[in-house]
């Protein structure tokens, strides 16, 4: 539309990068998704109008996210990925960027010229350094296989989409007396549209021996900072029993042995007892078995009942 504006800037853009690119850059953040502010910090101590000035700002590769052009927004040279995801904060002299990718990651630079007679004189140049973050999602244990003393413990540690890459995932097994740490290798995957990173460990050990029960944490250590995210506790609480010595074992069968026999015999006497008047009348069997059940011990009228039975059935 105006070919001599834009090869003012392209001209302008050419020379202040030299100018710019060994000034000291001020770093900011954003997190995925949400909006950039990214930085101009001029101090307009000529009181000079927008009307006046035109301004911009421009990515590492001189793409231009935004321009203000003697008051007006102006989008002939705007970046066809930057269109319709900026707003400019007077006040602050902030450009917002927002939809933030991680491919936004990187350096910026914002220019302030005056439009006076004689052509555009820079008043002001900053750039900044935008890095992108995204929040791992909380660690989450997921069984592959049941736990149990024999078979051991077997579980996989998730964590989805967060930036940058972590550091390490390790589980933490706890027992009544000790911490055992357990690491193995971190599986990566990225996402190819978002780039963000999803993590996971896998474990597969034997039960500590001598435990009772285990509490199983997944941390996930991060890049920045070093801080760590924690999964919530998962608790192993097989139910097989701690494996015994071998004399111990023998007699435990035996008293095992004996118990179930007892247990037999007592069954077998009472299925005696039960069936006996059931023999005539199969139609009030169940219902009749059931108050029997309950109330062989207690109800004195028991007999009567079973000959009223009978009678109803002659
Ligand atoms: C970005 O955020 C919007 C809502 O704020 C949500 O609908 C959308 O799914 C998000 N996009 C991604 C890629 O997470
Ligand atoms: C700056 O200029 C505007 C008019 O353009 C005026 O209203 C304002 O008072 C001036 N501010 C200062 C601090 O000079
Ligand atoms: C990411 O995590 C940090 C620290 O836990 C928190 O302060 C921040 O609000 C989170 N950001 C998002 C976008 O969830
Ligand atoms: C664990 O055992 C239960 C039965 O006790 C079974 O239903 C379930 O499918 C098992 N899970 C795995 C992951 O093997
Ligand atoms: C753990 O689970 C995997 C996948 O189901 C299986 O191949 C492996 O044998 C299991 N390991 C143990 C110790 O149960
Ligand atoms: C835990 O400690 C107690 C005494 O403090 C000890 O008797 C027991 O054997 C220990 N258990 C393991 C698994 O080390
Ligand atoms: C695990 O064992 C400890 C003591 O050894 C006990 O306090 C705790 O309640 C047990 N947890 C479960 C889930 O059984």
């Known amino acids: 539309m105006d070919p001599r504006g834009t090869m003012v800037l392209r001209l302008l853009v050419c020379v202040t990068v030299v100018l710019v690119s060994d000034a000291a850059s ?102 900044s350094e935008l890095s992108v973050l995204a929040n791992f999602s909380e660690p989450e244990i997921v069984p592959v296989s049941n736990i149990s003393r024999n078979s051991g413990i077997n579980l996989t540690c998730l964590s989805r989409q967060g930036y940058p890459k972590p550091k390490k995932m390790y589980f933490a097994l706890k027992s009544q007396n000790s911490t055992i740490h357990y690491s193995s290798n971190m599986q990566i995957s990225e996402d190819n549209v978002t780039k963000l990173y999803s993590v996971s460990v896998h474990l597969s050990v034997p039960f500590p021996s001598g435990a009772g029960n285990v509490t199983i944490f997944c941390v996930l250590e991060l890049e920045p900072k070093k801080t760590q995210l924690l999964s919530l506790p998962f608790f192993a609480d097989p139910k097989d029993p701690i494996p015994v010595k071998k004399d111990q074992r023998f007699w435990i069968a035996i008293a095992f042995s004996i118990v179930i026999a007892v247990i037999a015999v007592i069954a077998i006497h009472k299925r005696r007892k039960k069936q006996r008047p059931d023999i005539s009348h199969k139609g009030e069997t169940t219902k009749a078995e059931k108050e029997e059940s309950e109330q062989v011990e207690e109800s004195p009228g028991y007999a009567t009942l079973l000959k009223e039975n009978k009678h109803s059935c002659t």
């Open 26 to 127: 001020q770093k900011s953040e954003a997190y995925f998704n949400r909006t950039a502010f990214l930085p101009c910090q001029f101090v307009n101590s000529q009181n000079k109008s927008l009307a006046e000035l035109v301004l911009f700002w421009q990515d590492q590769e001189t793409l231009v996210l935004y321009e203000l052009y003697l008051g007006k927004e102006k989008l002939d040279n705007v970046n066809a990925k930057y269109l319709g995801r900026t707003s400019f904060d007077q006040k602050s002299w902030t450009l917002q960027l927002h939809n933030v990718r991680i491919q936004d990651k990187g350096l910026y630079q914002c220019y302030i010229h005056h439009k006076g007679p004689t052509g555009l004189i820079l008043l002001h140049k900053m750039s």
